[in-house]
C-alpha cells in the first residue's frame, strides 16, 4: 500500500467521464506507477472550448502544446485516481469500453462536455409552426471509439435514465458508428445540456437554449489516500 494525493472534485470527475466519451483520452504511466494523465486535445476552432475545460481543471497542473494546423493540446499532470478507471476504460481490442457503473455516473454535465465533443446538432425547422415552435431538428454522435456493447448500453441507458430515443447504426463509406436521437428526443435532450454548453459551443444548440451555461470552476482540498500500489524493485538500502 502507498499513499496517493488525490485532487479532483466530482465537478472535475464529470469533466473526465464526458471527455472520455468524446476527444479525452486517458494514458497509464508507462514505468508501471500509479499516475494515470488526462489528455485534452481540439481543432484551431475549438481553442475557446478547450480553454474553458482546462478551467474547470485549474488546480492540475498541464503543459500545453500547438501543432501546425492550430490543434490545442493539453496534457496534465499524472492522477493517481484516475488509474483504476484507465484500466476498466481501455479494457482491449482498441475500443473504449463503457461500463453500465460509468454509464450511472453521469450527469448532465458530463452528458454536455461529450455533445460539446463528438456531439452535432442539425436544425431542421426554425419554428415557424406551431408544431415546431423553438425550431427542430436532429442531435447526433461519432460512437465508432466505443466497443459495439457498450453503444448498445448507451442507447439502453439513454432510454431507461433520460427517457430519450436513441439508435446506432452504420453510415457512410466506412461504416463509421453513429448514434441517432428522434425529433422530440433531440430537443430534450438540448434542454438538459443547454445549462452546461460553454458560450463557444452554442451554436450546436437551438436559439431559444444559449445563454444559459453556468458552470463555475469547483475545487476541493487534495486529501491522501491509502491505494494499492505495484511493487517496482526490491533491494537493501545502504546503511
Same mark, same amino acid.
Given at each position: 500500500m502507498a499513499t496517493e494525493t488525490h485532487r479532483l472534485s466530482e465537478?472535475?470527475?464529470?469533466?473526465?467521464?464526458?471527455?472520455?466519451?468524446g476527444d479525452g483520452n486517458l494514458s497509464p504511466n508507462r514505468r508501471g506507477r500509479s499516475g494515470v494523465r488526462f489528455r485534452l486535445g481540439h481543432g484551431a476552432a475549438q481553442r475557446d472550448?478547450?480553454?474553458? +475545460?482546462?478551467?474547470?481543471?485549474?488546480?492540475?497542473?498541464?503543459?500545453?502544446?500547438?501543432?501546425? +494546423?492550430?490543434?490545442v493540446f493539453a496534457d496534465f499532470t499524472p492522477l493517481p485516481e484516475l488509474g483504476e478507471l484507465q484500466?476498466?476504460?481501455?479494457?482491449?481490442?482498441? +475500443? +473504449?469500453?463503457?461500463?453500465?457503473?460509468?454509464?450511472k455516473a453521469l450527469t448532465p454535465l458530463a452528458l454536455a462536455i461529450w455533445f460539446m465533443d463528438d456531439g452535432t446538432f442539425t436544425l431542421r425547422s426554425k419554428g415557424l409552426q406551431a /408544431?415546431?415552435?423553438?425550431?427542430?431538428?436532429?442531435?447526433?454522435?461519432?460512437?465508432?471509439?466505443?466497443?459495439?456493447?457498450? /453503444?448498445? /448500453?448507451?442507447?439502453?441507458?439513454?432510454?431507461?435514465t433520460w427517457g430519450l430515443a436513441t439508435a446506432w447504426r452504420r453510415v457512410g463509406t466506412n461504416q463509421k458508428a453513429v448514434l441517432t436521437f428522434d425529433t422530440a428526443s433531440s430537443r430534450r435532450f438540448l434542454e438538459l445540456v443547454?445549462?452546461?454548453?460553454?458560450?463557444?459551443?452554442?451554436?450546436?444548440?437551438?436559439?431559444?437554449? /444559449?445563454g444559459a451555461c453556468e458552470v463555475r470552476p469547483e475545487f476541493v482540498t487534495p486529501v491522501r489516500r491509502t491505494v494499492p500500489a505495484r511493487i517496482l524493485d526490491i533491494h537493501v538500502k545502504p546503511k
Open positions: 465537478q472535475q470527475w464529470q469533466v473526465v467521464l464526458g471527455s472520455l466519451l472550448y478547450l480553454d474553458w +475545460k482546462v478551467s474547470l481543471l485549474g488546480n492540475i497542473d498541464c503543459s500545453r502544446r500547438e501543432n501546425g +494546423k492550430g490543434a484500466r476498466a476504460v481501455y479494457f482491449g481490442g482498441g +475500443k +473504449k469500453t463503457i461500463s453500465w457503473e460509468y454509464l /408544431r415546431t415552435a423553438g425550431g427542430s431538428g436532429r442531435v447526433q454522435f461519432c460512437i465508432e471509439a466505443l466497443s459495439e456493447g457498450s /453503444r448498445d /448500453r448507451l442507447v439502453s441507458y439513454l432510454r431507461d443547454a445549462p452546461y454548453v460553454h458560450e463557444s459551443m452554442h451554436y450546436k444548440l437551438l436559439a431559444d437554449l /444559449r
